[in-house]
């Protein structure tokens, strides 16, 4: 069979539509607005309302100006009752100045009110004397901002320009619009998550006679799922502890949080430490989701060095003694909190005791699971071998060294888990 028919033609002989070409969306009108309103309003987690959010893409069209864009020149109104008034302006804009006032009832307002955005051209005849005012002889385009329909930009265009381009570069930067409100919104929302979560935390370390504490604490994200305490019981004892929630953000954060609480009121009703865990595990079963989970490692140390604790699924803790001979990870003791208690076993109590000089040190996986960038972990067998050749650090500067050691091993990567050190030194 002939193949010498051309690709333009299909079997019936009739012309082929042609193949659409995909265009740079760089070359695309209003892109350098799209670019820079992006980086502008992720990058400026303080405009949180709907203006400051506006005035930064009232911005990135100023800044678009003396670039070869369609754009001439940009306004910014506030709706206030019937009127949209005008709170700035840049570039050719017309005659108008700030507090110009335009009737919401305008055709045009009208249209962009009904579906975000509206073009109008000279000649069109809604181009009437109000338009001319603003937009001389060019095309004029609006945009409709923030749920209430009250921001409204409207900048001048060069012709010619397509209808169908401005359409797509109007509704892609209303969207854009949108996207960055709620996610700063929510950004808002986790600060205030972090606020409630850090203000459960100590805000300073006890002082009892005998020990030396430090504590170090960085999440992966504003909020995480690490959690500690340290709660002096009478003149001389400690209570310490140190959960972690399965995955980071704010749902390990909220049950982290419960861990906190629980245990506060358990230890204020003077509950013996088995049955304040089992109450914690059972709160955790009956309102967590399915698989999500707190490990959980709780002592208290007496002014002799006495320590009892509870290991509920929490990488164990190391004891560094000041004699080599003396290194130690303590065991788990029960189950991970949250379990259904039918099947999980019960927690046991374990005893041993701090010599002077012995070091506890309380950790989340977020430090032995850092990778280095040739995905090698840090692990518990490198961490110990720090600890000994610095335990006669004082506390604090142990713990930088510490933070500083994993930093490097990450080779400068960001932490991808929460990073939790609680250290307890009898001196």
Same mark, same amino acid.
């Given at each position: 069979?002939?193949?010498?028919?051309?690709?333009?033609?299909?079997?019936?002989?009739?012309?082929?539509?042609?193949?659409?070409?995909?265009?740079?969306?760089?070359?695309?009108?209003?892109?350098?607005?799209?670019?820079?309103?992006?980086?502008?309003?992720?990058?400026?987690?303080?405009?949180?309302?709907?203006?400051?959010?506006?005035?930064?893409?009232?911005?990135?069209?100023?800044?678009?100006?003396?670039?070869?864009?369609?754009?001439?020149?940009?306004?910014?109104?506030?709706?206030?009752?019937?009127?949209?008034?005008?709170?700035?302006?840049?570039?050719?804009?017309?005659?108008?100045?700030?507090?110009?006032?335009?009737?919401?009832?305008?055709?045009?307002?009208?249209?962009?009110?009904?579906?975000?955005?509206?073009?109008?051209?000279?000649?069109?005849?809604?181009?009437?004397?109000?338009?001319?005012?603003?937009?001389?002889?060019?095309?004029?385009?609006?945009?409709?901002?923030?749920?209430?329909?009250?921001?409204?930009?409207?900048?001048?265009?060069?012709?010619?320009?397509?209808?169908?381009?401005?359409?797509?570069?109007?509704?892609?930067?209303?969207?854009?619009?949108?996207?960055?409100?709620?996610?700063?919104?929510?950004?808002?929302?986790?600060?205030?998550?972090?606020?409630?979560?850090?203000?459960? +935390?100590? %805000?300073? $370390?006890?002082?009892?006679?005998?020990?030396?504490?430090? /504590?170090?604490?960085?999440? &992966? *994200? #504003?909020? !995480?799922?690490?959690?500690?305490?340290?709660?002096?019981?009478?003149?001389?004892?400690?209570?310490?502890?140190?959960?972690?929630?399965?995955?980071?953000?704010?749902?390990?954060?909220?049950?982290?949080?419960?861990?906190?609480?629980?245990?506060?009121?358990?230890?204020?009703?003077?509950?013996?430490?088995?049955?304040?865990?089992?109450? +914690?595990? %059972?709160? $955790?079963?009956?309102?967590?989701?399915?698989?999500?989970? /707190?490990?959980?490692?709780? &002592? *208290? #140390?007496? !002014?002799?060095?006495?320590?009892?604790?509870?290991?509920?699924?929490?990488?164990?803790?190391?004891?560094?003694?000041?004699?080599?001979?003396?290194?130690?990870?303590?065991?788990?003791?029960?189950?991970?909190?949250?379990?259904?208690?039918?099947?999980?076993?019960?927690?046991?109590?374990?005893?041993?005791?701090?010599?002077?000089?012995? +070091?506890?040190?309380?950790?989340?996986?977020?430090?032995?699971?850092?990778?280095?960038?040739?995905?090698?972990?840090?692990?518990?067998?490198?961490?110990?071998?720090?600890?000994?050749?610095?335990?006669?650090?004082?506390?604090?500067?142990?713990?930088?060294?510490?933070?500083?050691?994993?930093?490097?091993?990450?080779?400068?990567?960001?932490?991808?888990?929460?990073?939790?050190?609680?250290?307890?030194?009898?001196?």
């Amino acid at each position: 069979m002939s193949r010498d028919r051309s690709d333009s033609a299909d079997k019936t002989g009739a012309p082929r539509p042609a193949r659409r070409r995909h265009r740079d969306p760089r070359s695309l009108p209003l892109y350098g607005v799209y670019r820079r309103f992006r980086n502008l309003a992720f990058g400026a987690p303080e405009a949180t309302d709907d203006e400051g959010l506006a005035r930064l893409l009232f911005q990135a069209l100023v800044e678009e100006i003396p670039t070869a864009s369609p754009i001439r020149g940009v306004r910014l109104y506030l709706r206030e009752g019937d009127d949209f008034v005008l709170l700035d302006r840049n570039g050719d804009a017309g005659e108008v100045t700030p507090g110009y006032r335009v009737p919401a009832t305008h055709p045009v307002i009208v249209q962009s009110l009904h579906d975000g955005w509206a073009l109008v051209r000279r000649g069109d005849s809604r181009y009437d004397e109000w338009v001319a005012r603003t937009g001389g002889d060019h095309a004029v385009a609006k945009l409709l901002l923030g749920p209430a329909r009250n921001l409204l930009l409207s900048f001048t265009l060069r012709e010619p320009i397509a209808t169908a381009e401005v359409a797509n570069a109007l509704t892609a930067l209303g969207s854009l619009a949108d996207s960055a409100r709620a996610r700063q919104r929510f950004q808002h929302v986790l600060e205030q998550a972090r606020e409630v979560q850090t203000s459960l +935390l100590p %805000r300073s $370390l006890p002082a009892i006679p005998g020990f030396e504490l430090a /504590v170090r604490q960085r999440p &992966a *994200e #504003i909020v !995480g799922g690490d959690v500690y305490d340290l709660i002096r019981v009478g003149d001389d004892a400690l209570a310490v502890c140190i959960a972690d929630a399965t995955g980071h953000g704010l749902p390990a954060a909220l049950q982290a949080r419960d861990v906190i609480v629980g245990l506060r009121m358990g230890m204020a009703l003077q509950l013996k430490m088995v049955a304040i865990v089992d109450r +914690l595990s %059972r709160v $955790l079963a009956d309102s967590s989701p399915v698989g999500r989970y /707190v490990s959980f490692f709780f &002592a *208290e #140390i007496d !002014g002799d060095g006495h320590l009892i604790y509870l290991n509920a699924g929490h990488p164990p803790p190391l004891l560094i003694g000041r004699e080599r001979r003396r290194h130690e990870r303590l065991r788990t003791s029960g189950p991970i909190l949250g379990l259904d208690r039918r099947t999980a076993r019960p927690w046991v109590r374990v005893f041993e005791r701090l010599a002077p000089g012995d +070091l506890l040190v309380l950790y989340t996986d977020g430090i032995t699971e850092v990778h280095s960038p040739d995905d090698e972990e840090y692990g518990t067998e490198r961490l110990q071998r720090f600890l000994r050749r610095h335990a006669s650090e004082p506390l604090t500067q142990l713990a930088d060294l510490l933070f500083a050691e994993i930093d490097a091993f990450a080779g400068g990567n960001p932490p991808l888990d929460d990073q939790t050190l609680l250290l307890v030194r009898r001196s």
